[in-house]
């Protein structure tokens, strides 16, 4: 999407066809919290299907401006990837709107894409959903939390948030004071040590801290939070932290977290944007976005991360995203 649209819209990447059934709707519908990892209000959702298989899921708001309507039709057209022959289920989430929805059967219809546009009030059991191109109720959705597709959630030990705000406030920052102290104890270690760490240095603190997540120790004093903030500060030895730690990606995307909540700024949005390149790499596009949104709140012009929001918004697959690290780790950002 747009810069001023970028709040606002989220996208995940690959589920397989005997997870999400693509050709029943109710049960496509029920599954879309779980593709995107929380309950969507007032949300135009776009599924791409391409081989019997859900290639790609987009999500924005709906516009409250009906004269915004054709507009942003056209920018969700205009973000799939390989449009031509591709079928796309065009879910609406909120009060019925025909006019709304004709505007989005023009925009894909026009990018060459079959398009099945649907309506549901809520994603929650018994909702009615309707088919807009029929005038009467269609059917009454499954219960989302016992469906195919939440099972295979569950699974890979995943959570499905209850609303996009609940996504944002897994980043929640630590409370101001805390912060404040921080930063005081940081500038002091700045003042007090001259060499600034290496690469490393920097990695061995990352093996390190990850290894204590694994073994269950999430518990981080005010001096492990520091040498991390001056870390994650030198971007010549940052770079070397955009890919995780094979062994232990969960673990090291866990650390990105703790750091994104825990780190005073600047600190802060270097470690929000590597959670947001973890996240990304995992297919997780909603929180990627939400971690982008963080690490730009604080730094406007983080390379980083404008590098990656670009690449979100472009589509680039998240099997793509190795390729780019790499052309980028030898370079400052």
């Known amino acids: 999407m747009t810069d001023d649209a970028r709040h606002d819209s989220d996208q995940q990447h690959s589920w397989p066809s005997d997870v999400v059934e693509v050709n029943d709707p109710g049960q496509l519908i029920a599954a879309i919290p779980h593709l995107l990892g929380f309950y969507p209000t007032d949300s135009i959702v776009v599924l791409v299907v391409k081989d019997d298989h859900v290639d790609c899921v987009m999500r924005t708001d709906c516009p409250t401006d009906q004269a915004l309507y054709a507009r942003v039709a056209a920018q969700l057209a205009r973000e799939v990837d390989d449009p031509v022959g591709a079928r796309v289920a065009v879910v609406v989430v909120g009060t019925p709107d025909r006019d709304l929805a004709g505007h989005l059967r023009d925009a894909f219809t026009a990018a060459d894409m079959a398009v099945m546009l649907f309506g549901v009030p809520e994603i929650s059991h018994g909702a009615p959903w309707i088919d807009y191109d029929h005038s009467e109720p269609s059917g009454i959705l499954p219960d989302p939390e016992v469906s195919v597709m939440a099972v295979h959630t569950v699974a890979k030990g995943l959570v499905t948030l209850p609303s996009r705000e609940a996504l944002v406030a897994r980043i929640t920052p630590a409370p101001d004071d805390v912060l404040a102290r921080r930063a005081a104890l940081l500038a002091a270690a700045r003042n007090d040590q001259d060499v600034e760490p290496t690469a490393d240095d920097v990695m061995d ?129």
């Not at 994104?260 to 390149?277: D, F, G, I, K, M």
């Open 205 to 333: 603190l990352v093996r390190r801290y990850t290894q204590r997540i694994v073994d269950g120790d999430e518990r981080f004093t005010d001096d492990d939070i520091v040498q991390a903030c001056r870390a994650l500060t030198a971007p010549e030895v940052r770079n070397a932290c955009l890919l995780p730690i094979e062994s232990h990606p969960e673990a090291t995307e866990k650390l990105w977290l703790i750091l994104t909540r825990q780190c005073p700024a600047p600190a802060s949005a270097e470690a929000a944007a590597l959670l947001a390149v973890s996240a990304y790499i995992r297919g997780d596009g909603p929180f990627a976005r939400v971690a982008l949104d963080r690490a730009l709140d604080i730094d406007p012009q983080h390379t980083l991360a404008r590098l990656a929001l670009d690449a979100l918004n472009r589509g680039v697959r998240p099997r793509n995203i190795h390729q780019l690290i790499s052309s980028t780790q030898n370079r400052v950002l």
